[in-house]
C-alpha cells in the first residue's frame, strides 16, 4: 500500500495527498495507491495488478501531463462519498496530454471515465461504469465513458462501456452525454476506431464531432436508448472510412448516419 504521506518509491514524492511522478520511468506494480497519481516525466508510467484510489486532493485518479500511460489490469476509482475530482464538472479517472495504453482495467466513480487529450493511444478491452453523478441542472456534470479531444490514431476495441442510463435531465437532473464522445479542439481526429465496444447510455450512445477523417466504425454492440435521441449522432466534417456491423439493442443493425 502506498497512503500519502509516506514515502513513496524511487521516482515519486506525495504533495497533499497526490503522488507526484517526475521520473521518467517508473513502474507502480501490485500497489494500493490511496490518492491520485500525477505523471510527469517524459517517459513511461506503468501501472499494472494495482489500484489507484483518487481523493479530493486530486484532479484525476491517474493524470498524465505528458509521456506516456501504460496502465493495465487495473482498478482506476475514486474514492467512496468524497464527491468528483476537485468541483463538481471534475475530470475523468485517467486524463490528461500523455498519449495511452489502458488495457483490461475497471474505471469507475469519476464524473468522465477517460479524457483523451493527443490521440495516438490505445484503449481496448476496458469496464467502464457507475461514473459520478454530481450538481444540479444547469450546472451538473456532463458524463462520458471516453472523451476525446481529437488528434490521431485513437483506438476505442472491445471496451464495456455503460454510464447507466440516457440522459435524464428531463427527469432526474443528470446529464449523461455519452459512451463515446469524440470532440476535437484545436486537433483534428484521424483514423479514429471504434470497434467490437459495448457501449450504452446518454443522450446519443455515441456522438462525433469534426473535423474527423478515416473513422472506422464497426461491430459495435449498443444498449437501449429509451428517454435519450439514438445510438449515434455525427456532425457535419467528420469522414467515415468504414461502418459495418453495429447492432442496436433490438438487434436491427445501426445505419451509418
Known amino acids: 500500500m502506498i497512503d500519502g504521506p ?41 501501472v499494472k495488478d494495482s489500484i489507484i484510489e483518487g481523493n479530493r486532493s486530486a484532479q484525476s485518479a491517474v493524470l498524465g ?24 464538472w471534475g475530470n475523468g479517472a485517467i486524463h490528461g496530454d500523455s498519449t495511452m495504453t489502458i488495457l483490461r482495467n475497471d474505471i469507475s466513480g469519476t464524473p468522465d471515465g477517460i479524457q483523451n487529450g493527443p490521440g495516438r493511444s490505445r484503449i481496448e478491452q476496458n469496464y467502464i461504469h457507475d461514473l459520478a453523478r454530481i450538481g444540479s441542472y444547469p450546472n451538473n456534470t456532463h458524463n462520458d465513458g471516453i472523451q476525446s479531444y481529437g488528434g490521431p490514431d485513437l483506438s476505442i476495441r472491445y471496451n464495456r462501456i455503460d454510464i447507466e442510463g440516457p440522459d435524464g435531465v428531463a427527469y432526474d437532473g443528470t446529464h449523461q452525454n455519452g459512451a463515446v464522445f469524440v470532440q476535437p479542439s484545436g486537433n483534428s ?11 450504452a447510455g446518454g443522450g ?8 474527423m477523417s478515416g473513422a472506422v466504425v ?18 457535419k466534417g467528420v469522414g467515415i472510412a468504414q461502418w459495418s456491423g453495429n447492432l442496436a439493442a433490438s438487434g436491427k443493425p445501426v445505419d451509418q448516419p
Do not use: C
Open 218 to 235: 464497426t461491430d459495435n454492440k449498443f444498449g437501449p436508448t429509451t428517454g435519450g435521441w439514438g445510438e449515434v449522432l455525427v456532425d
Open 6 to 46: 509516506g514515502k513513496g518509491p524511487s521516482g515519486t514524492t506525495w504533495n497533499s495527498g497526490v503522488l507526484q511522478v517526475t521520473g521518467n520511468d517508473v513502474t507502480l506494480d501490485k500497489v494500493f495507491v490511496k490518492g491520485g497519481v500525477t505523471f510527469q516525466g517524459s517517459g513511461t508510467l506503468t
Open 204 to 211: 446519443y450512445i455515441v456522438r462525433l464531432e469534426g473535423p
Open 65 to 88: 501531463m505528458k509521456g506516456h500511460l501504460d496502465i493495465q489490469d487495473s482498478t482506476i476509482r475514486w474514492k467512496a462519498g468524497e464527491g468528483g475530482p476537485q468541483d463538481q
Open 189 to 199: 481526429s484521424q483514423n479514429l476506431q471504434v470497434v467490437g465496444n459495448f457501449l
